[in-house]
């Protein structure tokens, strides 16, 4: 029999991992309202950007306003993506509570896009836990492991590899270690397998789970993940995001399909459901034009939904 | 530890749950190119119409014609959707492998619906069941239970409502029972702990499930039933299809999808997703202008797909 979590955490990465793929730029005034929105109804995890060259994502330039914003919210953790020690220095200045590290366990995935082999970030990420613990700072250093289920440069990543890339993240001081299905090409049965391996290596430090919907397998995908104990799932808005190498597919999993999914199975998000259509309603207004996602917001909640779990009355 | 199916059948139901959801109506000859084509890429259980009044459903009123032309295919187990004992003897007489009847377990669906009770339907099943006998036919009967999970109208539908549904049906005399969320309304742990008690009720009598994507969850549905060991699922061919009550969802899990993900988790469907691709490229262009489904065709097969998997030469 299976065990599922009774309380998952959605944490919302659509203004890193979705915005960083849509050309528009969403100013700092509505991503402020957006992450305001999102912890009104209930998000307390929310990645809010990105620490690396504006040159390279001028629409994250924002990134240290939004960190400042968001550590007024109480009980919000607030992440952001650091590529490397310098990207982390300034995560660190910020106060953010979490930097997440992007690791690619495909080689050449991560050579083409990080400019470093997976060895490389995990020295890397031994120099930022350095630099963490010399400025004496509490910011958690979560280690994302990528393309852990293939990707579209190199085709198969081995299972064992990815395992490898998760010890030696934990290793070089990673406080947590993730694991990303980058492209959509992850089924539930492979899930279920790595995941549960990974949990036997890295206990309560395994923290989230990544899927894109590019072939719209991210909730069976987030519901074999469930089984194995895993219990945060990070999701965007309107599913927004993608994979450059398949234009026009989904994005991310979609966050507000995702919390209705949870709490139809009696899983306590926190989330107001309610809050969370209002909210993607109105970013799907700023952002009209671009391929949203999800199924949601078009078909409305069950007649039989009980309104509790919708609002996340439910939860402690 | 969870079992799953090492074969699993999908039955293409959208020539009959898709097509009468769409106005358009469907020439005969391209019906019987896409039973053809359906059949050249691996597909062996096809629901080819409905005998039900054409003047209801003149979209298919070739039902006859279709069973006629299916039979010819070698291996092809063909079914037809009868609501009453007069299209039953319709069915028996076009030479049909399989009959499905509706029921509805929500009690004020049936009877917006089907103009009966559920018990009612009961009834209407065994005087099926001595028609088949009195004409010494071997068609199979098939109790199909929907709104399992919730109605529109209704809301609430118990467990314990549709359990009892499926043990009169048996006990009514059919061969076959299924279960259906008509309406989108499911959740994969209400899907699996119904499946189970299902499995308990009817053994190998249990069918097939039957997911509608309303809210974005057939394929997670899927998953949760696959646990169950429920190893036969409808789908329709780009997701065709849909809940009149909410204009604009998803219908149908797709056919393709839910091919693409069986392969990718090992289990043989016999279906060569290339060729099913194709047909789908074929029946998007007859049906133009509708809303169709499905990610799978849009992103393309992962790299690392085996062409094997993916050409049904895996199956025996």
Redesign the interface.
């Known amino acids: 029999m299976?065990f599922?979590p009774t309380d998952v955490v959605i944490r919302e990465v659509g203004l890193r991992d979705g915005l960083q793929s849509i050309q528009r730029t969403l100013s700092t005034e509505r991503k402020i309202e957006w992450i305001r929105d999102a912890w009104s109804a209930g998000q307390r995890e929310i990645e809010v950007g990105s620490f690396v060259p504006a040159r390279l994502l001028p629409q994250l330039a924002d990134t240290a306003e939004l960190v400042a914003f968001a550590k007024t919210l109480p009980g919000l953790l607030v992440s952001v993506l650091v590529p490397n020690l310098k990207g982390a220095e300034r995560a660190l200045e910020s106060g953010a509570d979490l930097l997440l590290v992007p690791l690619s366990a495909s080689r050449e995935h991560s050579l083409a896009n990080l400019r470093k082999t997976p060895d490389e970030v995990v020295a890397e990420v031994a120099r930022i836990r350095a630099a963490r613990d010399a400025a004496g700072a509490k910011t958690l250093i979560e280690g994302g492991i990528g393309t852990a289920f293939?990707?579209?440069i190199q085709?198969?990543v081995e299972e064992s590899e990815v395992l490898r890339c998760m010890q030696a993240l934990l290793d070089a001081g990673a406080d947590r270690v993730s694991i990303a299905d980058t492209?959509?090409?992850a089924?539930?049965?492979?899930v279920?397998e790595l995941f549960e391996k990974a949990r036997r290596i890295a206990g309560e430090r395994f923290w989230c789970g990544h899927f894109h919907?590019?072939?719209?397998?991210a909730?069976?995908n987030?519901?074999?993940a469930l089984?194995t104990g895993v219990a945060r799932f990070d999701a965007t808005l309107a599913g927004i995001g993608g994979?450059p190498h398949?234009p026009?597919?989904?994005g991310n999993a979609?966050s507000e399909?995702l919390a209705?999914?949870l709490a139809?199975?009696?899983i306590e998000t926190g989330i107001d459901i309610h809050a969370l259509l209002r909210l993607r309603a109105k970013v799907a207004h700023w952002l009209e034009g671009e391929t949203l996602h999800?199924?949601?917001w078009?078909?409305?909640l069950?007649?039989?939904f009980a309104r509790e779990a919708a609002s996340g009355a439910l939860s402690a």
Chains 1, 2 share one sequence.
């Open positions: 299976s599922f293939g990707c579209t085709g198969r492209v959509g090409y089924c539930p049965r492979a279920r919907d590019t072939r719209g397998l909730l069976a987030v519901y074999a089984e994979c398949a026009g597919a989904s979609s399909d209705f999914m139809d199975m009696g999800g199924a949601l078009r078909a409305g069950p007649k039989t």
